[in-house]
C-alpha cells in the first residue's frame, strides 16, 4: 500500500521508520527502588540514585527486564542472552546523573517483526531492528514561574523500552498501523499501559523519500509524536516538505524536527550534522545482563493468546474478514465483550452491531468498552431482537438509542413502544391496500412499465407501518399485489 507523491519529476515513494518510547509498567524504576506512580507531588518518586548522588550505586530492576523479554517474545524476536548497559553522556538540568543508562552495542533484544493490519484486509510485515532498554530523564516545569524553571524528577529513571523498527513502511497509514498495531501487543501482555495521553508511549518518526526502489534518501527525525493521528499527519506534512525541496533541486539537511499540533507543521529542533557525540561506554556499576534459557522459558509461558493469534481465530470460527476481527481484537476488552456476545448470537451479525453501532455510539459518548452503559448481556439481548425478526434492522439502531438513554432492557423497550415488527402478512396486506388507494394513478404507471415505482410503493409502505413491517414481507406481498 505504498502510497507514492505525485511530483513533476515523477513519483516519490515515502520511506518511514519508527523508534517507539514504552515506559515499562513495574512498580518502581529501572535501577532504584522508587515508585514509579503517576501524578505524585513532584520530587516525592525520587531516591538518591535517580537524584544523581555520587557514590550511589544502581541495582538492576528485575521486573524491567522480564516485561523487556515479554515484549521481544511477542512480537517473535530473537532474545540476547547477553547484553550490555551504557552510558550515554550529555547534559541537561533534567538529568542529574549526566549521563541517561541506556544500551547501545548489545541490546536486550534483537530482530523480531510486527504484522500490520491495513484497512484493505492485507497484512504488511515491518521489521523490529532492537528492543533496548533504557532510563526515562525528569522533567522541566516551566509554568509554575514565569522567570523560573523547576525540575521534577519524579520521572527519571523511570524504566522505558525504546522499539526501533527497520526503515520499512511507505505510508502515513502504515506507520499508523505499525504504532497502534504494537500498542496492543504491549497492552495485551501488560509490558507498558500504552497511554500515549499521559505520554508512556510516544515515537520518533524517521522519514525520507526517494525514487520508487531507488537508494534510501537522506532522513529526518520529527521528535516525541504523541498520538496516532499526529503522527499521520507529520508524516504527510514531512514528506511533502521533502519532495518540494527536491523538486525545486534542493537537497535534504539530516536533522531532527518537531511537530507543531495546532500548525500541522514540522519545523527545525537541530541539526544531526553538529548531533554531539554521546561517548557511550559501559556502565562500570553494571556487569553485564546474562540471562538463563529457563527465566526466558518462564516468561513465554505467560505469554496470553496475541491480537494476531486472537484474530486469526476469529476468522476462523466465527468467520468474521480480516478487518472486522482486526478492529474487535485490538483492545482486549473488546474481544472480552465480544466473546460473550458470539458465544450466544450469530457470531457475524454480533461482529456487524457492534463495531458497526455500538462502537459509534460509544465514541460519541467519549467512553471505552470497560464503561459502555450497555454491558454485553444487554447488548446480547437486542442481537436476540433482531435474529427471531421481532425487530428490523432500522428499528433496533433506535431501540439501542433509548437503551443509552434509559438504560432499559431492548425487550423492555419494543413492548413500551410498541415497535414490535409485523411479519403478518394480513396486517401488512392491509396496509398495501391502503397504499394503493391512495395512490391509484402510480399504481397505474407502475402496471404500465414504471418499475421504479417500486422503491415508492415500499417506502409509503414502510412509512404508514412507522417502520415496523418487515422488509422482506413488504417486498414480497406488494410485488403480488402490484402485479394485480
Ligand atoms: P539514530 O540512532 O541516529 O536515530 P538509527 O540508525 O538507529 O539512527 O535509526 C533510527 C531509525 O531511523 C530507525 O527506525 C530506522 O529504521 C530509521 N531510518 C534509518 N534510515 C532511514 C531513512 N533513510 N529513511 C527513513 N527512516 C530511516
Ligand atoms: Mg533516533
Request: with cysteine; glycine share 8%; hydrophobic share 40%.
Amino acid at each position: 500500500m505504498a502510497n507514492l507523491i505525485r511530483g513533476n519529476s515523477g513519483d516519490w515513494e515515502i520511506v518511514i521508520g519508527l523508534e517507539v518510547h514504552a515506559q515499562v509498567t513495574a512498580q518502581s524504576k529501572l535501577f532504584s527502588g522508587a515508585s514509579t506512580q503517576f501524578g505524585n507531588e513532584p520530587n516525592t518518586n525520587v531516591s538518591f540514585i535517580d537524584a544523581g548522588m555520587p557514590g550511589m550505586l544502581p541495582v538492576i530492576n528485575e521486573m524491567a527486564i522480564e516485561q523487556a523479554v515479554r515484549t521481544g517474545l511477542a512480537i517473535g524476536a530473537k532474545i540476547n542472552r547477553k547484553s550490555v548497559f551504557d552510558r550515554k553522556n550529555y547534559f541537561y538540568p533534567d538529568l542529574p546523573q549526566g549521563y541517561q543508562i541506556s544500551q547501545f552495542l548489545d541490546p536486550i533484544v534483537g530482530k523480531g517483526e510486527v504484522l500490520l493490519d491495513m484497512p484493505d484486509g492485507s497484512i504488511k510485515k515491518v521489521g523490529v531492528t532492537r528492543i533496548h532498554l533504557e532510563q526515562d530523564a525528569g522533567k522541566s516545569l516551566h509554568e509554575y514561574n514565569p522567570k523560573h524553571t523547576y525540575i521534577d524528577l519524579n520521572r527519571a529513571g523511570v524504566t522505558l523500552m525504546e522499539i526501533v523498527s527497520e526503515p520499512e513502511m511507505s505510508s502515513a497509514d502504515e506507520a499508523a498501523a505499525y504504532l497502534k498495531k504494537l500498542r496492543a501487543i504491549v497492552r495485551y501482555i501488560g509490558s507498558c499501559d500504552g497511554d500515549m495521553e499521559k505520554g508512556n508511549m510516544r515515537c520518533d518518526a524517521n522519514v525520507s523519500v526517494r525514487k520508487p526502489g531507488g537508494a534510501l534518501g537522506t532522513r529526518c527525525e520529527i521528535k516525541n509524536v504523541n498520538s496516532v493521528r499526529f503522527l499521520h499527519k507529520a508524516i504527510e506534512f514531512e514528506a511533502m516538505r521533502q519532495v518540494e525541496i527536491l523538486e525545486s533541486g534542493g537537497k535534504i539537511d539530516q536533522e531532527t524536527r518537531l511537530f507543531d499540533s495546532s500548525k500541522g507543521e514540522t519545523r527545525t529542533m537541530r541539526s544531526k550534522e553538529d548531533a554531539m557525540d554521546y561517548r557511550y561506554f559501559p556502565d562500570p556499576d553494571l556487569l553485564p545482563l546474562e540471562l538463563t534459557q529457563d527465566f526466558i522459558d518462564a516468561i513465554k509461558k505467560t505469554l496470553p493468546e496475541l491480537p494476531d493469534q486472537k484474530k486469526q481465530r476469529y476468522m476462523e470460527t466465527f468467520g468474521l474478514s480480516a478487518y472486522d476481527a482486526g478492529v474487535i481484537v485490538a483492545e482486549q476488552e473488546n474481544a472480552a465483550y465480544y466473546e460473550k456476545l458470539a458465544a450466544k448470537h450469530d457470531a457475524k451479525l454480533a461482529a456487524n452491531w457492534m463495531t458497526g453501532e455500538l462502537f459509534g455510539r460509544l465514541n460519541k459518548l467519549g467512553v471505552d468498552i470497560e464503561n459502555s452503559p450497555i454491558s454485553a448481556e444487554k447488548f446480547g439481548g437486542l442481537l436476540a431482537l433482531i435474529e427471531d425478526n421481532t425487530v428490523s434492522g432500522k428499528i433496533a439502531k433506535d431501540v439501542l438509542d433509548f437503551m443509552i438513554e434509559s438504560g432499559k432492557d431492548a425487550a423492555a423497550i419494543v413492548e413500551e413502544k410498541g415497535l414490535r415488527q409485523v411479519t403478518d402478512s394480513g396486517a401488512i396486506e392491509k396496509v398495501i391496500t391502503e397504499v394503493m388507494a391512495a395512490n391509484a394513478d402510480k399504481v397505474a404507471e407502475y402496471r404500465s412499465g414504471k418499475d421504479k415505482l417500486f422503491g415508492f410503493f415500499v417506502g409509503q409502505v414502510m412509512k404508514m407501518s412507522g417502520g415496523k413491517a418487515n422488509p422482506a414481507a413488504v417486498n414480497e406481498l406488494l410485488k403480488k399485489k402490484l402485479a394485480g
